[in-house]
């Protein structure tokens, strides 16, 4: 009975999670592909801005700024193509997921949560994490960049994974790790939660609550949440 109890209440809840950072520590093997493909263009880099200008960022962003030109059309897809290469074959034999993140997803998608993964990152680093971690069954709609015009912090691709989950978008939970995702989540007028694998507290826009792993994280957790959210 206190199953359907809480079932019931989360009807009409959905739970959007970004990936990189969020689902999977990807961001070390990121920088260690864009290492790479920076010195093979010999441009400068450092870790300060990896953190300011790499972290949670698209790559038309990226490129743009350590080119110290914009890149766009044909040339960001064969740059971008080549850079996210580099990523899967680097990251492809170290895939796990963050910590207690598959015991939280069994937990919401048993109680009837809609979920969703609305990532910034191309579809086929989507496709890797997704099906190397068997988590694709979990989610019943997943956006990537291919999917969105505009990217983050623009919260489309947020809007867009409430649509279609059909539910509202003050019915939805956000899992974000970087200043661009949460201010998303925010502006598209989602409650965000601050997951701590990329950044301090400090460093994002304030958040209903942070985690630097899902171990305390349930069904329970979120009915607590959003009993107290005032907006």
């Known amino acids: 009975m206190h199953l359907n109890t809480v079932s019931n209440d989360l009807n009409n809840l ?21 290492e790479a493909f920076f010195d093979r263009y010999r441009i400068p880099y450092s ?12 790559n038309s962003y990226i490129m743009s700024y350590f080119f110290n030109r914009q890149i766009d059309g044909d040339e960001l897809l064969a740059l971008e193509s080549e850079k996210e290469g580099l990523f899967r074959e ?7 997921p963050v910590a207690f993140l598959p015991e939280f997803l069994q937990d919401l998608s048993s109680h009837g949560v809609a979920l969703g993964v609305a ?22 709609s997943t956006l990537s960049s291919e999917d969105v015009q505009a990217h983050k912090p623009d919260p489309e691709v947020y809007l867009k994974s409430a649509d279609r989950l059909g ?4 019915q939805c ?25 990329s950044h301090r507290r400090e460093d994002l826009p304030p ?10 994280f349930n069904v329970e957790k979120l009915k607590e949440l959003q009993a107290t959210y005032v907006g």
């Open 173 to 197: 939970f956000v899992f974000e790790d970087s200043y661009s995702g949460v201010t998303a989540g925010r502006a598209a007028g989602m409650k965000v939660i601050g997951v701590l694998t």
């Open 167 to 170: 539910v509202n978008p003050d």
């Open 14 to 34: 959905a739970v959007l999670f970004d990936m990189d950072g969020v689902l999977v520590h990807t961001n070390p093997y990121h920088a260690k592909a864009f």
């Open 47 to 58: 870790e300060s801005e990896f953190e300011q200008h790499m972290y949670g960022k698209h």
């Open 90 to 96: 680097i990251y492809a034999e170290h895939a796990e």
């Open 207 to 216: 958040c209903l609550d942070y985690l630097s792993d899902y171990k305390h």
């Open 119 to 140: 990532t910034s990152a191309p579809k086929a680093n989507m496709d890797l994490v997704l099906d190397t971690l068997d988590l694709r069954h979990y989610f019943q």
